[in-house]
């Protein structure tokens, strides 16, 4: 069974950059695409980036677009979510999903449902 484990949260003033992991265990082969969702509250969950299996065309929200790259290490079973010029606004808690009948990232990637989420990782972004 799929589980997934995010990490690299914390608290950044405005214009730092932080790294979220979302590591992979459970399953034999990582035949599965990764997609970085983040929920600030009061609101509703945001798609922020998904990367399909073998890494090609990484797809991103407009409002991360040019700031945030998602990359992934199939050897270490992780999936990189790097995130640069941070602002106020990127505050939220951070969750990687995925599902292992969704092996690459397609039109729907941040309106889908997944079956398998991380605990979530906490972003604050001071201004």
């Known amino acids: 069974q799929l589980q997934l484990v995010e990490s690299g949260g914390g608290l950044v003033q405005a214009g730092g950059s932080l790294r979220l992991s979302c590591k992979a265990s459970?399953?034999?082969?990582?035949?599965?695409?990764i997609v970085w969702f983040r929920q600030a509250p009061g609101k509703g969950r945001e798609g922020v980036s998904c990367?399909?299996?073998?890494?090609?065309?990484?797809m991103y929200a407009d409002s991360v677009k040019g700031r945030f790259t998602i990359s992934r290490d199939n050897a270490k079973r992780t999936v990189y979510l790097q995130m640069n010029s941070l602002k106020p606004e990127d505050t939220a808690n951070y969750y990687c999903?995925?599902?292992?009948?969704?092996?690459?990232?397609?039109?729907?990637?941040?309106?889908?449902?997944?079956?398998?989420w991380g605990q979530g990782t906490q972003v604050t972004v001071s201004s």
């Open positions: 999903a995925a599902d292992l009948s969704y092996p690459f990232c397609n039109s729907r990637w941040s309106t889908r449902n997944f079956a398998t």
């Open positions: 990367i399909g299996t073998t890494g090609s065309n990484p």
């Open positions: 459970g399953v034999t082969l990582p035949h599965y695409a």
